[in-house]
């Protein structure tokens, strides 16, 4: 994802494609955001560094995979890893996030590239700019999307109300449909959670959260 100033990623500086190596600007001096205590501090400083990362529209020519088609891919993935794992939780949790995909995926809104793991450990305090993100997973999906790994950061302490208050500064500060964000962050979080050889369940928890 290459970002000049006032776009809020760290900078792409070269590419060798031979190597497959990137060199990229340091974030110095690199402080996560999740040195920040304060979580409506950290949720507010990462809303502004997504609202800069989507400033630009993709170009017609990018090279990005849209959400439209890799949604469809992870909830059917899901339902079968879901089966070959000896169905590890509730049925209504895997048919939530189908329903989620099926009515989201159809009708976004503007697309931008969006980062997919905007979370603190991707946050990082730097001179140039007050924060940086860095190490995007791009794909062109609506912002609502984009903000699915916030919803569900510092996980470790997450509950219900956490959730519901990000839920809320979000919506206000990017204005972003709630129910959107949320029926994203459901899908995302069990996509990221559920595989062929494995289960986290605190992914699945936070995915619990979002679909009730």
Excluded: Y
Aim: hydrophobic share 45%.
């Amino acid at each position: 994802m290459r970002s000049r100033i006032g776009e809020g990623a760290v900078r792409l500086l070269e590419v060798d494609r031979e190597r497959n190596a990137l060199l990229i600007e340091r974030a110095d001096p690199g402080t996560s955001l999740w040195d920040v205590e304060d979580d409506e501090e950290a949720t507010l400083i990462a809303a502004s560094v997504l609202r800069c990362l989507w400033l630009r529209p993709p170009p017609d020519d990018h090279p990005f995979r849209l959400l439209a088609d890799e949604a469809e891919r992870w909830t059917a993935q899901l339902r079968s890893d879901w089966e070959a794992l000896g169905r590890p939780f509730e049925q209504w949790l895997v048919d939530a996030a189908t329903a989620a995909t099926r009515e989201l995926a159809g009708s976004q809104a503007k697309p931008a590239v969006c980062h997919q793991d905007l979370q603190g450990s991707n946050v990082l305090k730097a001179r140039r700019e007050p924060w940086l993100a860095i190490d995007p997973k791009p794909i062109v999906a609506e912002p609502a999307f984009d903000v699915a790994s916030l919803l569900r950061d510092r996980r470790w302490s997450i509950d219900r109300a956490i959730i519901q208050r990000r839920l809320d500064l979000l919506a206000a500060e990017l204005d972003l449909d709630r129910d959107r964000m949320q029926g994203w962050g459901l899908v995302h979080a069990l996509h990221w959670g559920v595989g062929p050889d494995k289960i986290e369940p605190d992914l699945v928890e936070c995915a619990r959260l979002l679909a009730t």
